[in-house]
């Protein structure tokens, strides 16, 4: 099973900053291993935010993102005490979610 | 968590550069810059107090009793006086072989047969996040290495040694590279290791994410690594030489802020 | 009045000296060789005999960076100088494109490299020196390269009045310790860590007028 | 030897299955499918093509943010962002990585149009910021980060 995310989300003005780090390879389907052998693909495909359960943004990523995925962005309108929830799926099809409080 | 905002730093250098032709090493600067705010580190860091407080091994038991110098179970403040003599192994030990030691006596881990694990494989995984938890549980104190006992003492002097020692194909030593201040290999500076060489530098900058590799590394994958790019043959997992070396560098930070786990290239 | 002098020097005596106190008493020699005995293994093409030392590296182990006494300094370098064997053919300089790919090249002898035959060893200069203007990542712990030839005035390095800094240059390759007795740079020739046609290419690449160093 | 194209082919088809069954979160389905064809693409005019975008103009309402030098390519910190109103999608591309598209944002009234990640980038290379706006048009910052070899290189 992945990791937790880490998601900080913190009020700036009329908006909250938020900042993910995801627990990821991203391997690019392109090195290969000291055997010689293809390391087969493995990144996150799609990363979707809410806002105290509502989408506020999607993203897709190809396989040259970094590994271990850092995201900022900022929502509008976001309070201290709201939920912020991050939410991955991945090319194998596996997934994750973690809730942050904005502060 | 960084305390200077990210755009702060590189507002000022985006106006120092304005003045002049921005030098690489300046450019390096603002890299490293952008890369503060959210270290990778911090998802090790989360996997490692996890595994601390987690019932694991044959004993089925967590490390929370485990003694890290400052009584059973106390994390704050361990890392900086590591490594240190211990009464109950009879050695001076640093960060990582006083895992492998609370391991085998607490969860029934065979030390050994993790010590000889490959970096990035099986039980070393774990070591790499508990080290990240530890360190960074006493990020911001000063590095205060006790060096009472006989044993400690005599660690610092083969440390020393072992730090000038000269030889393999390419004739290098550890003074090679961290023997003077003010030096780098390609861009990367060199911290001058034989004294304390600032805050966050050098030894209390480890364990650190490495940035090219994706990975975790503890002073000991550090240290290895450092061995194999001075074409010495391989050195075991918490050997006497990497302890050795561990008390030098560790005693001669002595003030040091420690930063760890930091964010390398 | 004075007494109170006397004392006070007394206790200031005392603290300097807890402060810097002295070495426990061991045989350090010993539990070295121990100590490095029994934490190394091999692996790969590095193996322990790596260990061994020669007497130059003993003795610039041994002084810690401070500097040799002077007939130890002279015995290591004389040695040193020695042992250079100049090119068979009498020619000592390659092709500078070859040669900036060796200095580029910072792989060689690591217990991950396959083998250690000088084909696959790279001249490692970049981490240590600057060599060209274009190449902004290089070390300092080397001088800068930058315009060597063209500082000592090389115009032709196969020309007869090259002939001493070209061999100074090949002698500094093969073993620098021909001159430093504890320099910092690997001996390419003595080490067989590069063969005479690589070092060569590197002799282009710092001599000829036409290399980038030079340009 | 399973190649990308099919990894990435099996997935798409994985995450059809997914979707179908109603396994993916509601969220995700809302929006647009992962666009394979898209992160395949070797340059600008394909990946427009592959996105049934129109050819992108430069703009200065477009910003790219990142490092003139990246210590190591395999992380480089870049942002794209602007501030004009009807920005529908954001996407990051690295010109000269196997396939220019790294990420694609797309944008709601919720959040600015301002996305900052890391990515892989293999040599020295322009990356771009794209803005998909609203009204069809599409907009570029472009920027040049050299990547260097750092370390010994061993």
């Known amino acids: 099973m992945s990791d937790p995310m880490r998601i900080r989300a913190q009020v700036a003005g009329d908006k909250a900053t938020v900042r993910v780090l995801m627990s990821h390879e991203m391997e690019t389907g392109l090195r290969k291993d000291g055997a010689g052998k293809v390391i087969p693909a493995w990144f996150i495909q799609e990363v979707t935010a809410q806002l105290n359960g509502k989408n506020v943004m999607t993203a897709h990523w190809g396989p040259s993102v970094a590994k271990n995925p850092y995201l900022q962005f900022s929502v509008k309108g976001a309070k201290a005490g709201d939920k912020i929830t991050i939410s991955w799926t991945d090319n194998k099809g596996e997934k994750r979610s973690d809730e942050a409080t904005v502060s | 968590m960084l305390k200077i905002s990210v755009p702060l730093i590189l507002a000022i250098l985006s106006t120092a550069a304005l003045s002049q032709q921005k030098s690489a090493t300046d450019a390096i600067a603002e890299y490293r810059a952008m890369l503060a705010d959210g270290n990778p580190a911090e998802l090790f860091e989360a996997r490692g107090e996890d595994l601390w407080k987690m019932k694991r ?61 490959p970096f990035g494989k099986g039980e070393q995984i774990n070591l790499e996040g508990l080290t990240a938890w530890i360190s960074a549980e006493s990020r911001g104190m000063r590095f205060n290495l006790p060096q009472a006992h006989v044993q ?44 304390n060489p600032g805050d966050g530098v050098g030894f209390a900058a480890w364990p650190a994410y490495r940035v090219s590799s994706g990975e975790m590394w503890s002073m000991q ?21 990497t302890i050795a070396l561990g008390v030098y560098m560790g005693v001669n930070a002595k003030g040091a802020q420690s930063v760890a786990p930091a964010l390398k290239r | 009045m004075k007494m109170v002098k006397t004392l006070a020097l007394t206790v200031v005596t005392a603290l300097a000296a807890s402060c810097t106190s002295m070495p426990p008493k061991a045989d350090y020699a010993a539990l070295m060789n121990q100590m490095m005995a029994g934490s190394f293994r091999d692996e790969g093409i590095a193996k322990t005999d790596r260990l061994i030392q020669d007497q130059a590296n003993a003795a610039c182990s041994e002084a810690q960076g401070k500097s040799l006494p002077d007939a130890v300094t002279e015995a290591i370098q004389q040695a040193a100088l020695q042992g250079v064997r100049m090119p068979s053919d009498g020619k000592f300089t390659g092709d500078w494109r070859e040669g900036e790919k060796l200095a580029q090249n910072g792989r060689g002898m690591t217990w991950s490299d396959k083998t250690a035959l000088p084909k696959d060893n790279g001249g490692n200069c970049l981490n240590c020196h600057q060599v060209t203007k274009e190449e902004v990542s290089y070390g300092t712990i080397g001088p800068s390269l930058y315009h060597y030839g063209k500082d000592r005035g090389v115009l032709d ?29 690997p001996r390419f020739g003595h080490a067989g860590l590069l063969d005479e046609m690589q070092m060569k290419h590197l002799m282009a690449l710092l001599l000829d007028p036409k290399s980038p160093v030079n340009r | 030897m399973t190649t990308r194209r099919q990894v990435i082919f099996r997935s798409a088809q994985l995450g059809a299955m997914l979707a179908t069954l109603g396994l993916l979160p509601e969220a995700a389905q809302a929006q647009a499918t992962y666009n394979a064809g898209a992160f395949e693409a070797k340059t600008m005019p ?15 309402d477009v910003t790219i943010t990142g490092p003139d030098i990246a210590e190591n390519g395999a992380v480089v910190p870049i942002g794209a962002s602007t501030t004009l109103p009807g920005v529908k999608r954001i996407l990051l591309l ?59 290189g061993g």
């Open chain 2, 152 to 195: 400690e003492q005599i660690n610092y002097e083969l440390g020393k040694r072992a730090f000038f020692y000269r030889a393999g194909p390419y004739d290098f030593s550890c003074a090679s590279c961290h023997g003077q201040a003010g030096k780098r290999i390609r861009l990367q500076d060199l911290p001058e290791l034989t004294k």
């Open chain 4, 94 to 152: 690295v010109e000269k990585n196997p396939s220019v598209l790294s990420a694609l944002f797309d944008v709601t009234d919720s959040v600015d149009a301002n996305f900052s990640t890391r990515v892989k980038m293999g040599q020295s290379s322009n990356v771009f910021a794209v803005a998909l706006m609203g009204d069809g048009k599409v907009l570029y910052a472009v920027k040049e980060i050299k990547v260097t070899l750092g370390g010994c």
């Open chain 3, 157 to 185: 390095p196969e020309s007869q009045e090259s002939r001493p800094i070209v061999e100074y240059t090949w002698t500094k390759i093969y073993n620098a310790k021909s001159y430093n007795a504890c320099s910092g740079m």
């Open chain 4, 46 to 60: 394909e990946l427009m093509k592959a996105l049934g975008a129109s050819a992108p103009v430069e703009s200065k």
């Open chain 2, 57 to 117: 091994g044959p004993k089925n038991a967590s490390l929370e009793q485990c003694n890290l110098g400052k009584g059973p179970g106390v994390v704050k403040g361990a890392f900086v006086e590591l490594p240190r003599w211990f009464a109950d192994t009879g050695k001076v030990q640093d960060l990582e072989s006083r895992l492998l030691t609370c391991m085998e006596a607490l969860q029934g881990f065979d030390a050994k047969a993790i010590a000889a694990t």
């Open chain 2, 221 to 241: 994958r550090r240290l290895n690594d450092c061995y194999r790019q001075q074409r010495f043959p391989y050195p075991g997992y918490a050997s006497d030489v």
